[in-house]
């Protein structure tokens, strides 16, 4: 069922009899809590109304949908946030909290969207990020290593082999080198401010 065709109907109602069974009137079956539970992902609006006495109980099928859920291992709600929740239970700003929550979770789900892609911006980019700043850090250490191996040109010569690397005239390689390490700090700088 459509949102829009939902809100012009007005919530589906829900009966729940006193053997804890619940009778969806719309289709005309009984349903479960993970019926109500895939409802509400849908966005479908729903009433639970107690059989026998017409009474709004959707809050407490709500809540009982929530509880299976964390029941679940779906651990959603840190125990912090419920110890602070309770502790506002008879408190002077009790009548505050549910709204708070309202705006609160009105403004997560608005901005998850934006949320997701900038979760997967950063670690797609940052995979990446680390990737060169790797190569970079070894082509650094091997430069400095090769600048460091004092059998380097000699190694050929002794052992008839050529050597990994040919071994650094002393100036110049050590000015690369230090051109190298400057541009990697501007590398480094630029990528700080990004953030």
Known sequence: MSEDKNKAEGPVVIKKYANRRLYNTQTSSYVTLDHLAAM????????VQDARTGEDITRSVLTQIIFEEEAKGQSLLPIKFLRQLIRFYGDSLQTFVPGYLDMSMDSFTKNQGAMRDRIAEALGG?????ENMTRQNLQLFENAMAMFTPFGAAGKAETGKPSAKPAPQAPEDIADLKEEMEAMRRQLAELSQRK
């Open 126 to 130: 940052g995979n990446q990020m680390v």
């Open 40 to 47: 509400v992902k849908e966005g479908t609006e729903f009433e």
